[in-house]
């Protein structure tokens, strides 16, 4: 199987320090791959330097997506090629409803796509997309963006992703809906959500410390997230 997103030996430095040190991670087509790790390893600025967001210029290292170096790439030409990301915070729109959101190069009807995160079509479509919606609902109406937009490769950061406002089942049912046009990295730190993934990897530390089954890796994340990472790398080839 190829390799959608190959990420090849990513060094981030900020404020004079490494945020990210040689971390290599791949996700195949109609993978779901989950980046397991605690708060403040590193895992929302990898998803950014992927993503292309300003000030997170690698500082070494390549990222390759479809096998296509992408690292100099500015965000809308990634979006362009099928990279979608959930943001750390859902931006607000006033003026805009909705429905124009969610039609925003939108491939899916937005009426379905509100229904698989949990919202009722009929409440939310014709709705300000502004400061009448609460925290809950702005991130639901994004993850039903990424979903009409039908990326080839959806990065899910969990506290983006409104992942605290949905049950397991409706998370795992929004991840199987995107693998069918592409693939699902979902970054996380919790086990659970884990476990359901064709595939998972640990970082901690800013780099990556076990890629491979996701009850193997789970079974990592446990022993070490309480201690200072070592930066040894466990791979099942």
Same mark, same amino acid.
């Given at each position: 199987?190829?390799?959608?997103?190959?990420?090849?030996?990513?060094?981030?430095?900020?404020?004079?320090?490494?945020?990210?040190?040689?971390?290599?991670?791949?996700?195949?087509?109609?993978?779901?791959?989950?980046?397991?790790?605690?708060?403040?390893?590193?895992?929302?600025?990898?998803?950014?330097?992927?993503?292309?967001?300003?000030?997170?210029?690698?500082?070494?290292?390549?990222?390759?997506?479809?096998?296509?170096?992408?690292?100099?790439?500015?965000?809308?030409?990634?979006?362009?090629?099928?990279?979608?990301?959930?943001?750390?915070?859902?931006?607000?729109?006033?003026?805009?409803?909705?429905?124009?959101?969610?039609?925003?190069?939108?491939?899916?009807?937005?009426?379905?796509?509100?229904?698989?995160?949990? =919202? *009722?079509?009929? !409440?939310?479509?014709?709705? @300000?997309? #502004?400061?009448?919606?609460?925290?809950?609902?702005?991130?639901? +109406? %994004?993850?039903?963006?990424?979903?009409?937009?039908?990326?080839? =490769? *959806?990065?899910? !950061?969990?506290?983006?992703? @409104?992942? #605290?406002?949905?049950?397991?089942?409706?998370?795992?049912?929004? +991840? %199987?809906?995107?693998?069918?046009?592409?693939?699902?990295?979902?970054?996380?730190?919790?086990?659970?959500?884990?476990? @359901?993934? #064709?595939?998972?990897?640990?970082?901690?530390?800013?780099?990556?410390?076990?890629?491979?089954?996701?009850?193997?890796?789970?079974?990592?994340?446990?022993?070490?997230?309480?201690?200072?990472?070592?930066?040894?790398?466990?791979?099942?080839?």
């Amino acid at each position: 199987m190829s390799a959608l997103l190959d990420i090849r030996g990513l060094t981030l430095n900020r404020g004079g320090r490494a945020i990210l040190s040689d971390v290599r991670l791949r996700v195949d087509a109609g993978q779901s791959h989950v980046l397991l790790g605690a708060n403040g390893a590193g895992k929302s600025t990898l998803a950014y330097a992927v993503m292309g967001c300003a000030a997170y210029e690698p500082s070494a290292g390549r990222v390759y997506f479809d096998g296509t170096d992408v690292t100099d790439l500015p965000i809308h030409e990634r979006a362009r090629r099928g990279l979608a990301l959930a943001w750390q915070e859902p931006a607000r729109f006033e003026g805009l409803t909705v429905a124009d959101y969610l039609g925003i190069g939108g491939r899916l009807d937005p009426a379905a796509c509100l229904a698989q995160v949990g =919202l *009722a079509p009929s !409440d939310y479509l014709h709705r @300000g997309l #502004d400061r009448t919606l609460s925290g809950g609902e702005r991130k639901r +109406i %994004e993850l039903a963006g990424v979903l009409a937009l039908q990326p080839r =490769l *959806a990065i899910l !950061d969990e506290p983006s992703a @409104g992942i #605290d406002f949905l049950s397991e089942r409706e998370i795992q049912r929004v +991840i %199987e809906a995107l693998r069918q046009g592409g693939a699902v990295l979902l970054i996380t730190h919790q086990e659970a959500l884990a476990a @359901g993934a #064709d595939r998972a990897s640990q970082l901690c530390g800013g780099r990556i410390v076990c890629v491979g089954d996701p009850a193997d890796v789970i079974a990592a994340y446990r022993s070490r997230r309480c201690r200072r990472c070592d930066g040894e790398v466990c791979h099942d080839g």
